[in-house]
């Protein structure tokens, strides 16, 4: 069955880093886009970052833009988000979250990791 | 960017009632909508998508309408484990930017 498990979360410090990773399981990896989505405590959702088949195509939301690199290994079936210079506001629960192939709604979710910023 | 805007924010009912929620968006997006259901301290899950197919495992009492701007999530006959939050969500085409809804909190009367 599918699987998406993250881990990486915790608490940091303003300014500084944090590298969150999604393993997963269960399907062909290399044959779905993957997605960031975070979601701050009490609030809805919002799209991080987003990353294709090979990694040859990466998006991010403005927000995050200069901070956030997301990366994948197809060979280790994993997706990352090393977030750099963290602020009080990216203070969330992220998500990785798989996209149906040829569809563009995420059919797969992870349970999420606490990313908490602050000093 | 597309907005996407629901509403209710908050729909209190009864079980046993219809729920019928609302999501806009601010621009056509075809029939390229998708909705989630979250309950607390859960991933969200998804319920329908390309705005009226159930996803898999998802009970026919869902069902999903619309099209262009204006959609519809109804839920026939609420049962204790449908109050949840739920939220609308569409992609733009290429670069691949999604929007989420604000949100509509389903709530029991």
């Known amino acids: 069955q599918v699987q998406l498990v993250e881990s990486g979360g915790g608490l940091v410090k303003p300014g500084g880093s944090l590298r969150l990773s999604c393993a997963a399981s269960?399907?062909?990896?290399?044959?779905?886009?993957m997605t960031w989505i975070r979601q701050a405590p009490g609030k809805g959702l919002e799209w991080v970052s987003f990353?294709?088949?090979?990694?040859?195509?990466?998006y991010y939301e403005d927000s995050v833009m200069g901070r956030f690199t997301i990366s994948r290994d197809n060979a280790k079936n994993s997706v990352y988000l090393q977030m750099d210079s963290l602020r009080a506001e990216d203070t969330a629960v992220y998500y990785c979250?798989?996209?149906?192939?040829?569809?563009?709604?995420?059919?797969?979710w992870g349970q999420g990791t606490l990313v908490t910023v602050s000093s | 960017e597309i907005v996407l805007t629901q509403s209710p924010a908050t729909l209190s009912l009864s079980p046993g009632e219809r729920a019928t929620l609302s999501c806009r968006a601010s621009?056509?997006?075809?029939?390229?909508l998708a909705w989630y259901q979250q309950k607390p301290g859960q991933a969200p899950r998804l319920l329908i998508y390309?705005?009226?197919n159930r996803a898999t495992g998802i009970p026919a009492r869902f069902s999903g309408s619309g099209s262009g701007t204006d959609f519809t999530l109804t839920i026939n006959s609420l049962e204790p484990e449908d109050f949840a939050v739920y939220y609308c969500?569409?992609?733009?085409?290429?670069?691949?930017?999604?929007?989420f809804g604000q949100g509509t909190k389903l709530e029991i009367k």
């Open positions: 621009q056509s997006v075809a029939n390229f």
């Open positions: 969500q569409q992609r733009s085409n290429w670069p691949p930017k999604y929007t």
């Open positions: 990353i294709s088949y090979s990694g040859s195509a990466i």
């Open positions: 269960g399907f062909i990896f290399s044959d779905h886009y």
């Open positions: 390309d705005a009226s």
């Open positions: 979250a798989r996209e149906k192939r040829r569809g563009n709604f995420f059919d797969y």
